[in-house]
Structure formats: structure tokens, C-alpha cells
């Protein structure tokens, strides 16, 4: 067999997918890979798995690489977009008549094929397993392996039955990949598939782009209608708890003037898979659904997913909202929270355990999890810190800037450090026994059978909370835990598991005054399901939406002629990219992430039609700023400099406009639209040098009341205080 070498995956990712970076972990992955390990990778949803298998797979032109993947959906997408950037592949599934399974079956046999995709139920099969024998395997990866695992919250029982691929290919090497895995899932799918010496790498959960917010369930249909009238013409999946919802809300959208369908495990098998069919073709934008849809739709361009209700647990919400923004672009993860969901998904709970006749024993597991679900709704705490801890991960960044709570929808506590010390006294009063819901009692000064019983009442600290919630109380208990300012003991009791509060060395600084940093938040009342505040995150150069647009039809249109879902001809990033940097040439096609030489062989020649018919009669400039983008490989930036390359240089260095105009020999006017670019294109926390941060801060303030975009009516309000110059300035300034 031949030996592939690292260079010449890079190459092949360049040539087949059009990328010209890897993102974290792919690298490390592809390189286990190509030295024959076995594998466990861990990557959120989007981060990009599939091409750690695909990409060696690719080059390896002696060896076939088998995929195990759990949906038909799933595989047919996949496939698809193999072959469309030129890599050869085939699925075996249900799907295919007979002669189709055997013309695949062949060509895998005759070595036409680099991947083949199969159900696991299909591995299992004698006959299958004695044909694989025959071949020359180079490896097997197993997508959605958490499936393996009971801990996990999609367990399926053919996956178990994979553990014996260590035994009949012991000489393969086995590769996992899961975007949803706590430690015991990990250390679960290890042990199931017997994966020898692995290499297991957990990447970054953290999803930037994703924006989360909690907002409190009041009048739900009024605030699903506000949330879809501010996001017409996104496309967005809607969860609801129950079968019935569904059904209620999709009749709802509906009536509002949307398309929706939708989709839950009570519905005929053939209407389901339509109302897929429709989504990832985008003939509808909208899918209203239970937890029963989801793996598999590999859309990229989902731009919000609205909780109409919380999921049951973390997990569940992790995989579930990381639908969105897999292109890595920004998106929308709302979730309607009422104290109701948790005692209606407790009922369902405990219903289906009493129904299960006898083996219950996943209970109390279900139930901690639905705890930490609700948890998190409650607590004033980042969203993104919370789902990054709880897959076993720090979260370092202080303000994530893309949840409600960082972005104010919490407030700070005037008196934090005094609330923090009353909240701890509670505990060292109550001796460090108890857990919050009885310390809440006491500080809120309920006479409960419990805090009469100790004399609890007795205690100076008895209602010294007495103006506060009981959820408030709470959150600020889950706060001081966050912090390391106290200590959680778990305890099983009568009612399940709980937590006894106890102080730690910190706890006393905050007593002692020795530590004044505390920071407690308080939920501010959201009324209004609003469209959230964007982070001022702008592509690095302006999209021309009407050239997206008409790119999105023909994408569509391509899409159908080849009988693939559109997003297999490109995503929305490529368009976005196709759409700002306009190019003129095959060549420019070549620096847009996402087209390799078989998408431009094939769908090339209609890009540049549209982009220079487009750009011509509106008279814009093409190429723009392609060379800055250029992939060393294809275009050296240091055997071709620009001056446009050369003036970003300067910038960096604090130079002003009119001294890089004159070191350039360039028209100010023109460095001044350099100058644009480089500041859209790199965020920074002040706009100085080129111009003074308070003033930057006025014209944006303003300018933010505008609708048109237009610098003029800003010239006129400031009655000449700015140049337009300076204008362009603020306005292309995106703080940090
Ligand atoms: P996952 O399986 O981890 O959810 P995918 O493999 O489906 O993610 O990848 C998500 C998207 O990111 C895909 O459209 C893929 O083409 C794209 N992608 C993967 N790797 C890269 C890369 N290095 N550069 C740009 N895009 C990438």
C-alpha cells in the first residue's frame, strides 16, 4: 500500500474542498490518521470531522475507507458532496434498488471508490463482513459514535454491536468521531469498540458564533411570531416538548404568512421525510420539530434555532442548538424557559419509567440531567462558560460577548460583596449541613417543618433575605459556586441527589473582607422576545446582497439540475465570499474558500457569468482584495505585493492616511478606502489613531438611529464638526 504523506493530504484539501486553512484539531486528527492510529476525535457540530477521515481517505488511491454512519439522510448528502468535489464515493443502505446496491457494491470491489458510507445495522451482516474481508481497508470511522454509549443521550443498540470490529479487522485502524461527549461518554465508546492505544482529542466546544439566550415563556405564541417576523427569510428549526406542539405551532406559523413543517416521530415515515427533503433543499426554510429531528441535517446556513420549551439536558441542548451556524456564520439559539418544563419533563419522566416495566434504573440519571438543564436556565451565569464546563472544559474568556447574560441582559449587584456575605453566613449558621433549598427557607425567613425543627428560626440570619426570590436566592447560590466561593458535597437522599453547601478557604476572605472581587448578576426583566444585539462582527469586506442573492438561484438551480441539496454545491461563506470579493477570473474562483478544482470545473464558468453581468452593470470593481486571501500555494503574497497589502502593513504600525498616501504614492483618497477595509476587516477595542474614540462613539450612536446608510444626513447633524473622512471612519470601526 502506498505511504501518504501529511503534504499531500494539504494538497488534496486544496485541489478537492478549495480550503486552504485546517481548523484546530484537523491537522493533529489527520495526522493520527496517517500514521495508522486509532482515533477518538470530539469536535462540536461544524467543526469539521468529516474531513479528517475524507481528506486521507482521498489520497489513498490503493485503499477504501469505510464510513459507518447512522441516517440515510446523512449519507446520500455526504456522498453527494464527495463526488461533486471530486472524490469517489458510494453509500450501501435500504434506500438502493438491488441493482444499484450492486453496481456499488462493485465498484468498491474493483477499487473505483475512495469511501464507502454504511448503516451499522449493515456491518453487522455475515455476508457483508466476508466481502469487507476481501478488500483492501484502509480504515474505518465511525460517525455519531456516541451512539455506542447508554450515557449518552442517543444510544442505539446496533452501534453496540460494532465492538466486534476489533475483532474480524484487527488489522484497521478505527477512527470515532462525536460532537456531543462528556468524559464517561468518552471513556464509554473507548472501552465499547475496543479501541486499542488510542489517540483521543477533544477540540474547543466553544461555538463563537453562536449567540445563546434564555428568555422567560410568557404569552409563547406571540413571542414565536415577533422572534420569526425579526428573522423572515432565515432559515431556523423551532424544538417544542411534545408531539402536540408541533402540530399547534405549525398550523400557527402558518397562518402568519410562513412556510413551516413539521416533524416529530408520530408522523407517517413518508411525510418525514419530505418535510427533510424540503428543508435541505430549502424549498422551506422552517422546520417545527420534537428532539426526533436533528441528526443528520447537515444544513449549514440554519440561522436560529428557537427552544420553544428547555430540552432534558445539556447534551440534548448542545446537539440540538448546535444546528445552527455551522457555516460559521453567525446565528441565533433562543430557549423559552418556564419553571413548568422542568415538573412536565420530571412527569414524563417518572410515566415512562412506570411504563417500562421494570428496568427504571436510567431514572435518577435522567433526572440530574434534566436538573442541570434547568439549572442553567436559571442561573446568571455566561452561556457559553456554562456549556463549555460542562463537557469538562475552562472557559477563559470573560466576556463571551455572545449571550445574554455577557451582553446585559443580566445586571451587576450594587452590593454584591454584602449579598455574597449574607448568602455564605446562611451556610456557616446552618453548620454546613444542609443544602439551598432549606438555607432559602431560612433567609427568607419561611418557617418551614425543616427550619423549625433545628431552630432554624432561632438564627440571626432567619429572613435576612426576605425581599428576594427564591430563584433569585438560588441563582446567586449557583453564582458563589461557579466562583470557587464555596463547595457543592453531592449526597443521594429520599428525593434523589442533592448538594449540601459548604464554605472553602474563599468563602472566609469574602468574610474577612480579604477578597473584594465578588460579582453577583441579577436577571433584568425581558419582556419582548427581541432580535439580539449583534456583536458588531461584520465580514471582512461588504457582501453586495443583491450579487448574493442572484448567486443563491443559480446555486439552487445547480442544485437541481445535479440533483444534489444546494449547500453541496457551495454554502453561504463561499457566496458571501463570491459576493464581496467579485472575481473576474477561474484563477480568483481558485481563492474562494469552499471551490476546489472539480466545483470550478464543473459549476466555475456560471459563477463568473453572474458575478460580471452583476458587476457590470452596476459598475463595481471585481477582484477585491482577493490577493490578501491568496493560499501561499496559488499566489504568493510575497512574489506579488500590493500596494493595498503594503498599506495594511502601514496601518498596523499606527501610520495616518496621508503619510502611507505619500510613502505609497497613492491618492489619499484611495488609501482612505484601504484604511475602510482594514479596520471592517480587523475588530480592535479603539478607532485611534485615525480618530478619537468619544467622537467615534457619537457618530455611531447616531448613526445607529439611520436607516439608509447614507454618510450625508450624519454630516449635517454634527453641522460640519466631522469630515466625511472621519465619518467613514467611526463607521468602519468594529469595537472589541
Ligand atoms: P462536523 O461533522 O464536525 O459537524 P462537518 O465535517 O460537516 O462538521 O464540517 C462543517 C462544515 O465546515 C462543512 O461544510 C465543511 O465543508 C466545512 N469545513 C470543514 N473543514 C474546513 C476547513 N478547514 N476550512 C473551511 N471549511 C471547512
Known sequence: MSVVTYAQVQDTIARHWGFTALRPMQQEAIQANLKGRNLLLVLPTGGGKSLCYQAPAACRSDQLTLVVSPLIALMKDQVDSLNANGVPAVYINSSLSMEEREENLFAMKQGRVRLAYVAPERLVMEEFISFLQTLPLASIAIDEAHCISHWGHDFRPEYRQLSFLAERFPQVPVHAFTATATEKVRADIVAQLKLADPCVMVGDFHRANLHYRVVPRESEWSQAKQFLEDHRGQAGIIYCMRRRDVDD?????????????????????????????????????????????????????????????????????????????????????????????????????????????????????????????????????????????????????????????????????????????????????????????????????????NVIKHGHDQLSVFGLMADNTKDQLRDWYDQLASQGLLEKEEFTGAKGVGFILKLNAESWKVFRKERTAVQLWKQKRVEKLRKARTRNKLPALPVEEGLFTELQSLRRKLAGQNGVAPYVICHDTTLNALASHRPSTREGLFLIPGLGQAKINKFGNNMLRIIKQYSHIRGLSMDVGLIENAPTKVVSQSSRPTTHHESWKMFEQGHSVDLTASLLKRAPSTVMKYLEEYLLANPRPSPEPWMNQTDAHRIKEYAATLTDGRLKPIHEHFAGEFTFDQIRIALSWIPV
Open 249 to 449: 405551532l405549525v398550523s400557527l406559523i402558518n397562518s402568519w404568512g410562513f412556510s413551516a413543517r413539521g416533524y416529530h416521530a408520530g408522523m407517517d415515515q413518508s411525510l418525514r421525510k419530505k418535510a427533510q427533503d424540503a428543508f435541505r433543499q430549502e424549498e422551506c426554510n422552517l422546520v417545527v420539530a420534537t428532539v426526533a429531528f436533528g441528526m443528520g441535517i447537515d444544513r449549514p446556513d440554519v440561522r436560529f434555532v428557537l427552544h420553544m420549551a428547555m430540552p432534558k439536558s445539556l447534551e440534548h441542548y448542545q446537539q440540538e442548538s448546535g444546528r445552527a451556524g455551522r457555516d460559521g456564520l453567525e446565528a441565533e439559539c433562543v430557549l423559552l424557559h418556564h419553571r413548568q418544563d422542568l415538573v412536565a419533563w420530571s412527569k414524563l419522566m417518572q410515566k415512562s419509567a412506570e411504563e417500562s416495566e421494570g428496568d427504571s434504573s436510567w431514572l435518577p440519571v435522567a433526572l440530574s440531567h434534566l436538573n442541570e438543564m434547568d439549572r442553567y436556565c436559571r442561573v446568571t451565569i455566561c452561556r457559553h462558560r456554562q456549556l463549555v464546563n460542562h463537557f469538562g472544559q475552562q472557559f477563559s474568556i470573560a466576556n463571551c460577548r455572545a449571550c445574554d447574560v455577557c451582553l446585559g441582559d443580566a445586571e451587576p449587584v450594587p452590593d454584591s460583596l454584602l449579598t455574597a456575605q449574607k448568602l455564605l453566613s446562611a451556610i456557616a449558621r446552618c453548620e454546613e449541613r444542609f443544602g439551598a433549598t432549606h438555607l432559602i427557607s431560612v433567609l427568607r425567613g419561611e418557617r418551614t417543618e
